[in-house]
Each structure stands twice: as C-alpha cells, then as structure tokens.
C-alpha cells in the first residue's frame, strides 16, 4: 500500500509570491491534515480536511488555504509569501471517520525556503 | 488551551543504555495521547498511544503510561539501541476535536 505522497519535495520562492503543495493520502484515507514544522516553533496544525470540507482549522492567519478533491487528495496554497513561512509542511492522512482516532500517517513533507 | 511539554533535548546515550524522555500535558476533557518518531530522512510515524487514564501504550520496547494524576505520558525503554536515534513527539488530540497538539521534540542520539 502506497504512504501518503508530498509534492513537491523542495521548492524556492520569494516573497510576494504563492505556492500550491499536494498531498495524495493513502488509498482509502478520507481524513488528511496539514503541519508546518520549524525549528522555532515545532510543529503546529495548519487544517484538517475529511469529505471535501474543512473540519478543523489552527491558528494561521488567511494566506494559507487548502481544498480537498473528491478523490481525497489534498492541496494547501500559501499567498504572498513572507519569510517566516519558510518551513517544512507536513501532510497526514487518518483513515478515521467523523473523529480521527489520532492515528496519522505522514509523508516525507515539501520543504519550502522563501528568499 | 490543550497542550504539551516534553523535555528538552538533546539526549545522548550509549546503547543499552534506559531512556526516559518526560511528557506533560495540559488538557480539558479525557484527550488521547501519542509518542510520534522521525527517524532521519524520513517522515513521523506513530510509535505508541494511549486513550484512557491508566492505559499503556507500547511498541518496539518502548512504553509509555496515561497518567492522569499527574498528567503525564513518559516514554521509556529498557535498552536502547544505535537504531532507535531519531527525534520523538509527544502528541495530543483533544477530545473534542481533531487538532493534535504535538510537543517541541527531543532528538535522541545513540552512540555504540
């Protein structure tokens, strides 16, 4: 059974500009949530999807969004990126229904540096 | 709101050696509490979990006990091993919702 694939693996932008990450749970999983992990900071929950619809959102300000397909893949877009949002983001697939158990399975994340 | 403090690091042992990595929380309700590892070059996986007070997670020699009295989860193992180096999370979900909380990580080295 596939893991839960990021893509891109690494990408470089600067300020101003937007990014678009994809995550592609593993087969089956219909929850998926994403993470920012910095030294500073740890990790720290950005949204959880399950069916196409947001459930939970952390305390990010509105540059970050995310959308979920119908097939479950997920997709997280930054607008007017800044420094501080260099970091690697973390993509987590549960194969759990109304509550996740808790249970995620990461990818390997998309490393994004801004210059 | 809830959260978790786990000891900072880094920790180095030589094999064999027993771990304690320490864990608190602070939380409303009854949460369910995880050890997450990130072995180097690669993703966070799920080591171990507990969901209710008293319960005992435990996975590949390491356990960790739901202590509600003291709000804690240590993670401990008996001997470790070069292998077992990689930064461990405490984690968090709350009861009520999906929002893990995870702790700031402890990089634990092993030296032969």
């Known amino acids: 059974k596939a893991g839960v694939t990021q893509t891109p693996r690494y990408l470089i932008k600067t300020r101003g500009q937007q990014v678009t990450l994809s995550c592609s749970p593993i087969s089956g999983h219909r929850s998926v949530s994403w993470y920012q992990q910095t030294p500073g900071q740890g990790l720290q929950f950005l949204f959880e999807y399950f069916s196409e619809t947001q459930r939970n959102k952390g305390n990010f300000p509105g540059r970050f969004s995310g959308r979920q397909f119908s097939n479950s893949r997920s997709e997280m877009n930054v607008s007017t990126l800044e420094l501080g949002d260099s970091a690697l983001y973390l993509c987590?697939?549960?194969?759990?229904?109304?509550?996740?158990?808790?249970?995620?399975?990461f990818g390997e994340g998309s490393r994004l540096t801004v210059l | 709101g809830d959260s978790v403090t786990q000891m900072e690091g880094p920790v180095t042992l030589s094999e064999e050696a027993f771990l304690t990595i320490n864990c608190t929380y602070t939380?409303?309700?009854?949460?369910?509490l995880f050890w997450y590892v990130q072995y180097p070059g690669e993703g966070l996986q799920l080591l171990l979990k507990a969901t209710k007070a008293d319960d005992k997670g435990s996975n590949k020699g390491f356990e960790a006990t739901y202590r509600k009295e003291t709000t804690s989860f240590h993670l401990e193992k008996g001997s470790v091993q070069v292998s077992d180096s990689a930064v461990y999370f405490c984690?968090?979900?709350?009861?009520?919702?999906?929002?893990?909380?995870f702790g700031a990580g402890t990089r634990l080295t092993v030296k032969p």
């Open positions: 939380a409303t309700g009854y949460p369910s």
């Open positions: 987590a697939s549960s194969p759990s229904g109304r509550m996740n158990t808790g249970e995620l399975f």
């Open positions: 984690a968090l979900k709350p009861y009520n919702n999906n929002d893990m909380r």
